[in-house]
């Protein structure tokens, strides 16, 4: 027994004697009184990259950023070293905080530089990054990844950023970042990818660009908005708009990319020649589901070009999309390939906000509904007098759960299909979307009624509280014999 206790003495000194490392909150704040601070709550870095070149700084950390402009040598060119560090605002989700942190090069570089294969536990988040601008023919004013780095990018705003060659906002060359959630408005580019410029060289290039607003950007040649060569980016949820290019308003696609567009609006892009919306060629391909393509301005090819160049046709398949004028509203060269698929329309949207005389900071691309419409500006639902055709239309075999009830078991068309703020409609109360409030409707609703299984996702729950009772029973009632029109 004296043995065995020994024994367990000896393992938990030699256990408590090996380090245990914890993930710690690093904090910098651009108004420290100190210079350059230790990184504590009380005495924060002033400047972010000392904050990372910290010795106690490793893979696990955070770095809270508090509202501030950070300028200067130290917060631009922010190098995160290839740790797994997360750099973010002291509130991300909040709107304010994000407009308040703001990394500010001043045009003397740009805002991140990732080349050392970060990976997608590196981030950033919930900051605002302006004024950044690469010169000499280099790439990405605000933000670079390169060497394979994969780098998550998330609910930041990229603003007023210029590089003279490609990647006026975001340069991608043989990486595989994740962007979500991002606003990436009113950067330039000298020649490639006005807002995001996706290139590959050896490591390949697939990053993913979801739920993003691209607009009002600027590329002297290709892509307005975003350029892709030789990549295969997944974009999804987006908002590509006012964009403006030669070619390739809204997107460029070009020598063997495989472009993936999935829910996507395409609206107002303008391109001097060719494609105003997209512009796919020398061997390149795009897939476009669910999406819209509208009010876009071409020379040849208003919504979309796939010409013949360099020997190489180009091609593209449309599904379930609204693209205005149809297939007259795409330039086919007689070498490259349209595959004008299932449930494609050419119908006005509907959308919120747009048109004539409406200014591209006041659009609104939520899709009208007499159901419910979602109105950012007021965060709340509204009704509108028509309901979009895009509505309801999308692929029947998308995925459509997020969509708010009601809905008719189909995911819309446009940026907000399959999402919360997707636009409703029918009726609450039919519950088997067959059209009609009537029995067949009561017998669903009673088979819920004072069950003790909780309620909190089913659609009979009229009221959202979790349960279905005499409440939900007035609504019912009250759409009692409903048809739809």
């Not at 210079?35 to 002033?46: K, N, Q």
């Not at 991140?112 to 950044?132: K, M, P, Q, W, Y």
């Not at 090819?301 to 013949?308: K, V, Y």
Request: hydrophobic letters at 35%; one cysteine or more; charged letters at 15%.
């Amino acid at each position: 027994m004296a043995k065995k206790n020994s024994l367990i003495l000896i393992v938990l000194i030699a256990f408590t004697a090996v380090p245990v490392g914890f993930a710690e909150v690093i904090y910098v704040d651009a108004n420290s009184p100190n210079d350059p601070g230790t990184g504590t709550a009380s005495d924060p870095f002033r400047r972010i990259q000392d904050a990372i070149n910290n010795d106690g700084t490793g893979s696990g950390d955070e770095i809270e950023i508090r509202p501030g402009v950070y300028t200067g040598p130290g917060n631009y060119n922010i190098d995160p070293n290839g740790f797994a560090i997360t750099i973010r605002s002291i509130d991300p989700n909040d709107p304010d905080i994000v407009a308040s942190t703001i990394i500010d090069p001043n045009r003397a570089g740009r805002g991140f530089d990732f080349h050392t294969a970060e990976s997608r536990d590196c981030v950033v988040a919930g900051l605002t990054i302006r004024n950044g601008y690469t010169v000499s023919g280099t790439d990405g004013g605000a933000i670079i990844c390169t060497q394979g780095s994969s780098p998550t990018i998330r609910n930041c705003v990229i603003v007023g950023c210029g590089a003279e060659n490609a990647g006026g906002g975001v340069y991608c060359d043989s990486s595989h970042p994740r962007i979500v959630n991002c606003l990436i408005k009113s950067n330039s580019a000298g020649y490639y990818g006005g807002g995001v410029s996706c290139v590959f060289s050896s490591y390949g290039n697939s990053p993913v660009i979801a739920e993003c607003v691209i607009s009002s950007n600027t590329a002297g040649l290709e892509g307005g908005g975003i350029d892709c060569g030789q990549s295969s980016p997944t974009i999804g949820n987006c908002i590509i708009s006012d964009n403006v290019a030669t070619n390739g308003g809204g997107i460029n696609c070009f020598r063997e990319s495989e472009v993936e567009l999935a829910n996507c609006t395409i609206a107002k892009n303008r391109a001097t020649d060719f494609g105003g919306a997209l512009y796919c060629q020398y061997g390149g391909s795009v897939q476009l589901r669910n999406s819209i393509l509208w009010a876009n301005e071409a020379s040849q090819g208003a919504q979309m070009s796939l010409p013949f160049l360099y020997g190489q046709g180009s091609s593209a398949s449309v599904y379930y999309s609204n693209v205005q004028e149809g297939q007259a509203g795409v330039s086919v060269d007689p070498c490259s390939t349209l595959n004008w698929g299932e449930g494609n329309i050419s119908e006005d949207p509907n959308f919120a906000v747009f048109g004539p005389g409406v200014k591209a900071n006041s659009w609104d691309f939520h899709l009208s509904s007499k159901a419910g419409r979602w109105d950012a500006s007021i965060e709340d639902w509204v009704q509108d007098q028509f309901t979009s055709p895009c509505i309801d239309t999308g692929d029947p075999n998308s995925d459509y759960a997020r969509e708010p009830w009601p809905h008719g078991g189909r995911v819309n068309m446009g940026a907000y299909g399959g999402t919360r703020q997707a636009s409703m409609n029918g009726n609450m109360a039919d519950f088997n979307i067959d059209g009609a409030v009537n029995l067949v409707d009561f017998a669903e609703f009673a088979e819920r009624w004072l069950s003790e299984e909780s309620c909190e996702a089913c659609i009979e729950d009229l009221t959202g509280d979790s349960k279905v009772d005499s409440t939900d029973l007035a609504i019912l009632a009250y759409n009692w014999l409903w048809q739809a029109q």
